[in-house]
T-cell receptor
Framework: GQSLEQPSEVTAVEGAIVQINCTYQ??????LSWYQQHDGGAPTFLSY??LDGLEETGRFSSFLSRSDSYGYLLLQELQMKDSASYFC??????????WGAGTKLIIKP | GAGVSQSPSNKVTEKGKDVELRCDPI?????LYWYRQSLGQGLEFLIY????????KSGLPSDRFSAERTGGSVSTLTIQRTQQEDSAVYLC????????????FGPGTRLLVL
């Protein structure tokens, strides 16, 4: 079967750095994406890794290791507005986007 | 349009009734996706369109679900004989192409089946 595993909840302090991990098992792999979703809102695209390595976009970075079927999202200089759920998603060979269950990020002042 | 729009924003229906959900993608986006999200859960992929064509319908939960897209633009997701387990948020997204990773999501339709 196809599955993505990510922690259900992570807690961090404002201004700190947090890493959200994602491991996947899918039938084929085109790339790993990360989305942010605030409560009651729609998901918004954060980053994409098609190849191994680190992609940096401002305070957010994403990493992929295809040999380990593993990736992570790194959030730096945490702000209260970063409190949200973060989803990893893998595009399989049928162009379907398979989603993890999401990680709820709680930020404390 | 400026973004993906969906209607209605909320829908309450009685078990056994049919419902139709509408998605209007970003103008020029050839790929369109439907997802379902239950409370506190991740997104469940339902179906995608490239143009007006849906090559793979295996993600639809049952034969009560159907979707179509006309004119390479608006899409409708129809649920026949609704059941209580169909209650969820139905999200639509579009992208410039199947090989473009960034998907832009609409605000969703919150469906409640009583």
């Amino acid at each position: 079967g196809q599955s993505l595993e990510q922690p259900s909840e992570v807690t961090a302090v404002e201004g700190a750095i947090v890493q959200i991990n994602c491991t996947y098992q899918t039938s084929g792999f085109y790339g790993l994406s990360w989305y942010q979703q605030h409560d009651g809102g729609a998901p918004t695209f954060l980053s994409y890794n098609g190849l191994d390595g680190l992609e940096e976009t401002g305070r957010f970075s994403s990493f992929l290791s295809r040999s380990d079927s593993y990736g992570y999202l790194l959030l730096q200089e945490l702000q209260m507005k970063d409190s949200a759920s973060y989803f990893c998603a893998v595009r399989d060979l049928n162009y379907q986007l398979i989603w993890g269950a999401g990680t709820k990020l709680i930020i404390k002042p | 349009g400026a973004g993906v729009s969906q209607s209605p924003s909320n829908k309450v229906t009685e078990k056994g009734k049919d419902v139709e959900l509408r998605c209007d993608p970003i103008s020029g986006h050839t790929a369109l996706y439907w997802y379902r999200q239950s409370l506190g859960q991740g997104l469940e992929f339902l179906i995608y369109f490239q143009g007006n064509s849906a090559p793979d319908k295996s993600g639809l939960p049952s034969d009560r679900f159907s979707a179509e897209r006309t004119g390479g633009s608006v899409s409708t997701l129809t649920i026949q004989r609704t059941q209580q387990e169909d209650s969820a948020v139905y999200l639509c997204a579009s992208s410039a192409g199947l090989d473009v990773e960034t998907q832009y999501f609409g605000p969703g339709t919150r469906l409640l089946v009583l």
